[in-house]
T-cell receptor, first 112, second 108 residues
Framework: DAGVTQSPTHLIKTRGQHVTLRCSPISGHKSVSWYQQVLGQGPQFIFQYYEKEERGRGNFPDRFSARQFPNYSSELNVNALLLGDSALYLC???????????FGPGTRLTVL | KNEVEQSPQNLTAQEGEFITINCSYSVGISALHWLQQHPGGGIVSLFMLSSGKKKHGRLIATINIQEKHSSLHITASHPRDSAVYIC??????????FGTGTSLTVIP
């Protein structure tokens, strides 16, 4: 079975632009979580979705939004990009929101 | 103050040594995760536990709910264990709090 997949792998944007990151969970997993990891730091929790509903939200500004589709894939959107948004964005899926999480390879976003 | 504190930040060990990484948290939790991150970013979930002890191969994770403390032990360490180990606490509101990680280097 395929693991969690994320696209794109790498992305370069400029300040003020908008970005959409995508995540496909492991087949059968209904929960997707998003994390931001700035270089040299631990991950920070952004969102968790389960059955297309938001179940958890970290301390991120409203520029960050996400959604989960009927096939359980998910998108993370970031508006009005700032230099500080440069990070590795990780997606993880789990059977439901109380189960072990399986991480994707991440999308490395660079904001210039 | 971070909700999750890990120690040590950096650890160098000789191959074969017994290793302990500690994690203390200040939030009420529903679960605690131990994760392994290799250079390049890939993260692997090692354990998810809410009580007691779990063992997988040479890895052992324990948690003491009353003391709000968890430990990850590696027996007979090997150079391939070199990675960053991250503790993550999940509170009862389903919010995740991550430690900053312990960078482990095992020297042959």
């Amino acid at each position: 079975d395929a693991g969690v997949t994320q696209s794109p792998t790498h992305l370069i944007k400029t300040r003020g632009q908008h970005v959409t990151l995508r995540c496909s969970p492991i087949s059968g997993h209904k929960s997707v979580s998003w994390y931001q990891q700035v270089l040299g730091q631990g991950p920070q929790f952004i969102f968790q979705y389960y059955e297309k509903e938001e179940r958890g939200r970290g301390n991120f500004p409203d520029r960050f939004s996400a959604r989960q589709f009927p096939n359980y894939s998910s998108e993370l959107n970031v508006n009005a990009l700032l230099l500080g948004d440069s990070a590795l964005y990780l997606c993880a899926s789990s059977l439901d929101y109380y189960n072990e999480q399986f991480f994707g390879p991440g999308t490395r976003l660079t904001v210039l | 103050k971070n909700e999750v504190e890990q120690s040590p930040q950096n650890l160098t060990a000789q191959e074969g040594e017994f290793i302990t990484i500690n994690c203390s948290y200040s939030v009420g939790i529903s679960a605690l995760h131990w994760l392994q991150q290799h250079p390049g970013g890939g993260i692997v979930s090692l354990f998810m536990l809410s009580s007691g002890k779990k063992k997988h191969g040479r890895l052992i994770a324990t948690i003491n709910i009353q003391e709000k403390h968890s430990s990850l032990h590696i027996t007979a360490s090997h150079p391939r264990d070199s990675a960053v180990y991250i503790c993550a606490a999940v509170n009862t509101g389903n919010q995740f709090y991550f430690g900053t990680g312990t960078s482990l280097t095992v020297i042959p």
